[in-house]
């Protein structure tokens, strides 16, 4: 989308939202949503790729989510009521369904995701300073947020690409072993594309329906809490059996919020020892074992060490 072109599709619907009702602007939204929903599915079926796939299938059911929030609170403000059609062009751009073969293929792909999200949520902002009614600037502000969190999470998934692309890898060339993340998104993703099939263990401070719905596939998942229930696990209980984990080959074990299990440890060297046993305990049974913490939780030598312990993808 060239500039020329954004700034004055970006001017056609500003003027044609500007001064249109509340009761107005929210039906547009709410179709416009409808509209991504189905783009965002239509990109998951062309996506031979897992990570990008289920990146795209979360696109279209928070979507879908959005639609369903706007349009219940559209029922609640004009009872009896249907959204009415608003003569506006879209803001979203035009479709793009690009045939996957590529790794370029895909970045270009998500290039276009992200200019699309930011795009719209500049529309929103633009509608906010120009509407003149306060619940049509609060609605524009709301619709703003919810591209900008598109917007992000596509940008994590580009920048994983990105950093594996310019190594020359593939996600298949990472042998068996440890990899450290600073980025719980970007972990994740990662630890999809190592999956491959594999069985997949996760331990999390999201309880487990709440990661297995993100994961949009079967996977063991453990909620790592003090509370007591059949998925949960303490803090302290999980550090104390990190070796005791990789019983089986070919595992992926994903373990999220490392400065949790930092803190459950007596000391630095208690944390880093169980997790390099748990590291080498992978390498033997030939495991994927994918980590991601705060770094802004450990000291820059504690970091450091994990860094020389484990592959670090920043």
Not at 17 to 29: F, G, W
Not at 93 to 122: G, I, N, R, W
Request: net charge negative; hydrophobic share 40%; aromatic share 14%.
């Amino acid at each position: 989308m060239n500039k020329e072109f954004s700034d004055e599709y970006l001017g056609k619907i500003i003027d044609s939202l500007k001064n249109k009702s509340p009761k107005e602007i929210l039906s547009y939204a709410i179709f416009n949503e409808e509209e991504e929903a189905k783009y965002y599915a239509e990109l998951s079926k062309k996506a031979k790729r897992e990570s990008i796939r289920i990146l795209f299938i979360q696109m279209s059911e928070e979507s879908e989510e959005h639609r369903n929030r706007l349009y219940n609170l559209f029922k609640k403000l004009y009872p009896g009521e249907e959204p009415v059609k608003v003569e506006a062009p879209p803001v979203e751009v035009l479709p793009f369904y690009p045939k996957f073969e590529t790794v370029d293929d895909y970045l270009k792909a998500l290039e276009y995701c992200m200019e699309s999200e930011l795009f719209a949520k500049k529309a929103y902002e633009l509608l906010a300073q120009k509407a003149e009614d306060e619940d049509v600037k609060a609605l524009a502000l709301q619709l703003a947020t919810f591209e900008e969190e598109h917007y992000e999470r596509i940008k994590k998934a580009y920048e994983l690409f990105v950093t594996i692309h310019q190594q020359n890898f593939e996600f298949k060339d990472f042998p068996p072993g440890g990899y450290l993340f600073d980025d719980k998104t970007k972990a994740r993703y990662f630890f999809v594309e190592v999956l491959d099939g594999r069985k997949g263990i996760i331990f999390s401070r999201d309880p487990p329906e709440e990661v297995k719905k993100w994961m949009k596939m079967e996977v063991s998942a453990f909620w790592v809490t003090s509370k007591t229930c059949h998925e949960c696990i303490s803090p302290r209980a999980l550090l104390d059996s990190l070796d005791e984990i990789p019983k089986e080959k070919n595992l992926a074990i994903l373990i999220e919020n490392l400065e949790i299990l930092r803190i459950a440890a007596d000391d630095f060297e208690e944390f880093y020892t169980n997790l390099s046993k748990l590291k080498d305990e992978a390498v033997l049974n030939r495991c994927y074992l994918v980590l991601s913490g705060s770094r802004g939780a450990f000291e820059d030598k504690e970091w450091a060490i994990l860094e020389s312990e484990f592959n670090y993808i920043s």
